[in-house]
């Protein structure tokens, strides 16, 4: 099967200070990868979709300008939480769907945030 | 805009029982997925079963079946002889055709009981 990985899994920041978090498909290339955030007892809220060699495109009331996406190859996005606060305390998770095949979604096992 | 309404935010069942878990979705698209996602408490999001809107028979995949509707755009969810390891929370979850996100449902908390 396709696996996914973020790194890390876990991470304490202080808040004002930036954190970065890693999608990668590990056995097979991914165009498109989708960021989501999912709050304590809540649902899976997409963020922004990813697109390699693109801009990422965001959904509204995400501000592009607090996380910032790069999808630089067909294996990696990145998800930056820049001057993060307590209220960006969350668990964000990737997906990923095989290029040219997009019956079914990957995800990666989530990161999880805390901003002190 | 697609949307998709679990309204059973908790079910329990006994173990070795049978359980089904409501979803209705709504999309304006008439090439879609629909998905039922586990997620225990490790929290890693895992595909339980998935149903092409075009196919007319109801996805099976052992002690899982989903009852599709396409009419009354319902899409549920049976598990047959539950098991102790099937506690988690559910979410049932829509897509357009291409390489598009998911859409989620609130989610529904299953507990099973020995």
């Known amino acids: 099967g396709a696996v996914v990985s973020q790194h890390p899994s876990r991470v304490i920041c202080k808040s004002g200070t930036s954190v970065k978090i890693e999608c990668r498909s590990l056995d097979f290339q991914a165009t498109t990868m989708f960021w989501y955030r999912q709050f304590p007892k809540q649902s899976l809220m997409l963020m922004a979709t990813s697109n390699e060699g693109s801009k990422a495109t965001y959904e509204q009331g995400v501000e592009k300008d607090k996380f910032l996406i790069n999808h630089a190859s067909l294996t990696l996005s990145t998800l930056t939480v820049t001057s993060a606060h307590p209220e960006d305390s969350s668990f964000y998770i990737c997906s990923a769907g095989r290029t040219g095949w997009v019956h079914e979604q990957y995800f990666g096992p989530g990161t999880r945030l805390t901003v002190t | 805009a697609q949307t998709v309404t679990q309204s059973q935010p908790e079910m329990s069942v006994q173990e070795a029982e049978t359980v089904t878990l409501s979803c209705t979705y709504d999309t304006s698209e008439s090439d879609y997925y629909l998905f039922w996602y586990k997620q225990p408490p490790s929290r890693q999001m895992i595909l339980v079963i998935r149903?092409?809107?075009?196919?007319?028979q109801n996805a099976t995949e052992n002690r899982f079946s989903v009852n599709f509707q396409k009419a009354a755009k319902s899409f549920s969810l049976k598990i047959s002889d539950s098991q102790l390891g099937d506690a988690a929370m559910y979410f049932c979850?829509?897509?357009?055709?291409?390489?598009?996100?998911?859409?989620f449902g609130k989610g529904t908390r299953l507990s099973v009981i020995a």
């Open positions: 979850a829509s897509r357009n055709s291409g390489n598009t996100p998911l859409v």
């Open positions: 149903q092409e809107a075009y196919k007319q």
